[in-house]
């Protein structure tokens, strides 16, 4: 895989030799199980994939790329380029604002560029209205354009489905940057209509069987679907496509209780008329972390911890993963952790910032299993292994904890 320049301070000495090592041990990826990084009186059970994606790593490099580049110019990130606070802190650091926020929401008006300002289109893409609002003004947006390899790929997949007549049905956060994008480019080629759960594609399938009447699809869906769907007429071919960072199972899920809908009213004999049998679009990013996940549950361990930003969509998922074996905190960075008895901590729940004492389990030897999603630089999970280890004087040196790896 291509390698990228990335500023030094993400990168974490400790990590790079435990994911060198493992590459080294396994280079064809075959083995998720775990890395058992042993201190004596601490032992950090670290995922086999995690930290920053092949997209995160790209949109890194164009972007301190065109800071490094356009010295004299205003320089403007669409939204958050990736989904963690420090990297677009970074960003902002270095001079570049921020046109809009998370949700949309404008931060500086349109109004007020030039054709002479650098705009970096984030890793999640954009919508097609927003790039041509920015060639409107004549910016040029190729350039520092940092959209994911693997979402083009799912705009691609939507545009095929287009092309043979299917309604596009995207499982997605709706009000995540990249569902917004993935939406617009799928609408431009055919009806198109986000669900976001299992729940709302159950509601989906009993419309298609009837179960619901027009008014309760339309109060369910407004603001869903687009302006070519009509829900009397386009829910007799579908193709499902994702996020690329929703969680694996319930991708599954959705497709099969689709597939299983238009079986039932169309039959098994006509199936392949009513639903494009595809593979869902999760990126390899996700697959790979979420697959390491799910090795770590199989481990024993006192206490799980999740490093990256609260909004992050995969890191999310690997914190609901996490959450069914062990006691789980989602932490946005060492910060959060005030002392040896006391966490601060996301629950992704009520999606709230709360406090917990005593998260870590009175244990020797203690068993942590540590990770991160995509988005978050190894730099800060090496922090947050470093907080937990200045709490106990740890029996091992990190070069003897090193060398015991196996
Ligand atoms: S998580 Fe996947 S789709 Fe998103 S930036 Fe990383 S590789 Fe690309």
């Not at 403007?76 to 270095?94: A, G």
């Not at 926020?101 to 931060?107: F, L, M, P, V």
Request: net charge negative; charged share 25%.
């Amino acid at each position: 895989m291509k390698t990228f320049e990335i500023p030094e301070f993400y990168n974490s000495p400790i990590l790079s030799r435990v994911k060198d090592y493992r590459t080294e041990k396994d280079p064809k990826k075959k083995d998720f199980s775990p890395t058992l990084l042993d201190f004596g009186n601490v032992r950090f059970l670290l995922a086999r994939h995690f930290g920053f994606c092949y997209g995160v790593q790209n949109a890194i490099e164009l972007s301190f790329r065109a800071v490094k580049e356009n010295p004299d110019k205003r320089i403007f990130l669409l939204s958050q380029m990736i989904h963690n606070p420090e990297v677009n802190s970074n960003l902002q650091d270095r001079g570049v604002r921020f046109l809009m926020d998370t949700d949309g929401k404008t931060i500086t008006p349109f109004s007020e560029l030039t054709k002479e300002d650098v705009v970096i289109i984030p890793a999640f893409g954009t919508t097609l209205a927003i790039s041509k609002q920015l060639a409107d003004i004549g910016i040029e947006i190729k350039t520092y354009d940092t959209t994911c390899p693997f979402v083009h790929r799912v705009w691609n997949k939507a545009e095929k489905l287009g092309s043979e007549k299917f309604t596009v049905i995207i499982h997605g956060k709706p009000g995540h940057e990249e569902t917004r994008a993935t939406f617009s480019h799928s609408s431009a080629n055919s009806p198109s209509l986000i669900v976001k759960d299992k729940k709302e594609t159950q509601l989906l399938g009993d419309y298609i069987l009837g179960k619901l009447t027009l008014e309760q699809f339309e109060e369910i869906f407004k603001g869903r679907y687009s302006a070519a769907f009509n829900p009397l007429t386009s829910l007799e071919r579908l193709g499902v496509i994702n996020q690329t960072t929703m969680l694996a199972e319930d991708t599954q899920e959705i497709a099969n209780y689709l597939k299983q809908v238009m079986t039932d009213k169309f039959g098994v004999e006509n199936i392949s008329k009513h639903f494009a049998d595809t593979r869902d679009t999760l990126c390899y990013a996700t697959n790979e972390n979420q697959d390491a996940t799910h090795q770590l549950l199989k481990q024993d361990a006192d206490v799980a911890i999740v490093v990256g930003g609260y909004n992050s969509s995969n890191t999310s998922h690997l914190v609901e993963l996490c959450e069914q074996r062990f006691k789980t905190f989602f932490i946005s960075s060492v910060k959060e952790i005030e002392s040896k008895d006391k966490i601060h901590y996301f629950d992704i729940h009520s999606e709230e910032r709360k406090t917990a004492d005593s998260f870590l389990p009175d244990k020797n030897p203690l068993t942590v299993v540590l990770t991160s999603g995509a988005s978050c630089p190894d730099a800060m999970v090496e922090e947050v292994l470093m907080k937990i280890l200045s709490f106990y004087g740890s029996t091992k040196t990190v070069e003897e904890a090193l060398a015991g790896l196996n």
